[in-house]
């Protein structure tokens, strides 16, 4: 289970370039837009700085979405590994997640998340 939660990453990395290209896609086309019909002008002309109102929070978004779907997909992980060890082999839910808190040390989880 160790390994699990540490090679997780490898999977979210993935996922993350999947999501960054689709959301970067998908912000550029809608920033693009607003420049096209000149809302981007309008918010320079308020005196605001349309990078921190349209860019920034974005990426602090995405910045902290991504951590936690490598969070819910290791807790989906243990949880389908829980299920079907219960149902395919007859062990105890209750032993199951004994044994993953005592393998699975925080510094291995926050290795796998960073």
Same mark, same amino acid.
């Given at each position: 289970?160790?390994?699990?939660?540490?090679?997780? @990453?490898?999977?979210? $990395?993935?996922?993350?370039?999947?999501?960054?290209?689709?959301?970067? $896609?998908?912000? !550029?086309?809608?920033?693009?837009?607003?420049?096209? !019909?000149?809302?981007?002008?309008?918010?320079?002309?308020?005196?605001?700085? /349309?990078?921190?109102?349209?860019?920034?929070?974005?990426?602090?978004?995405?910045?902290?979405?991504?951590?936690?779907?490598?969070?819910?997909?290791?807790?989906?992980?243990?949880?389908?590994?829980?299920? @079907?060890?219960?149902?395919? #082999?007859?062990?105890? /839910?209750?032993?199951?997640?004994?044994?993953? #808190?005592?393998?699975? !040390?925080?510094?291995? #989880?926050?290795?796998?998340?960073?």
């Amino acid at each position: 289970m160790d390994a699990y939660v540490k090679t997780l @990453l490898t999977v979210i $990395a993935a996922t993350a370039l999947m999501v960054g290209g689709r959301v970067g $896609a998908g912000i !550029t086309a809608e920033i693009g837009a607003m420049q096209v !019909t000149e809302q981007v002008d309008a918010i320079r002309s308020m005196g605001a700085d /349309p990078v921190q109102k349209l860019v920034l929070p974005r990426v602090i978004a995405a910045t902290l979405a991504l951590p936690l779907l490598t969070v819910m997909a290791d807790v989906l992980g243990v949880t389908g590994g829980m299920l @079907l060890s219960w149902g395919q #082999f007859g062990i105890d /839910p209750n032993f199951y997640m004994q044994t993953i #808190f005592s393998a699975v !040390t925080v510094g291995d #989880f926050i290795e796998g998340i960073v």
